[in-house]
Structures are given as structure tokens and as C-alpha cells.
């Protein structure tokens, strides 16, 4: 299962699910038996086919532990305009 941010909500695609999602800013969850790996996506499309695999394109993905919350405030107070309501 995968759990997309999507334009109109949180959005879980189960196998089956065949859809072409438009992404919004925010954390896309992927999970892989009880294993779940989080990633910080911008805006983008996620492709779900047939065979259940689903391709996601986003301007920018980035693993959750792998963000500086430091950088991303430095960086927000630099540019306030750039602040994301997630």
C-alpha cells in the first residue's frame, strides 16, 4: 500500500487501484509489509497501474530522517513566501 498526498486528500492505493494522482507538498508513505518508509514530496503525479506498482514523479522526494529541520527554518526565514502549510 501506498499512501499519497494528493491534491484532494490523503489518498491510501491499495493493489488494484489503477489511477494517475496529482501530488500536493507532503509526506508519501510507503509500505512494504510492516516496513514503512517515508518521504517528503513536492508537487508531481503519482502513475498506479494495473499490476499494482506505481510510478511516482515529483519535482523533489526526501527521505523524512534525511531532512535538517534547522536548514528548512534557516531556510524559511530567509524566504518566508517559500513556508508550506503542511
Known sequence: MVIIPATTGQL?????HVATIELKHGVLS???????SNY????GFAFIHANSFADIVA????P????DASQVQK?????PELSLNI
Open 59 to 62: 519535482f523533489e522526494a526526501v
Open 12 to 16: 491510501g492505493v491499495l493493489p488494484g
Open 64 to 67: 523524512l530522517d534525511q531532512i
Open 30 to 36: 510507503v509500505h512494504d509489509g510492516n516496513d514503512v
Open 75 to 79: 531556510g524559511l526565514a530567509i524566504q
Open 40 to 43: 517528503f514530496v513536492s508537487s
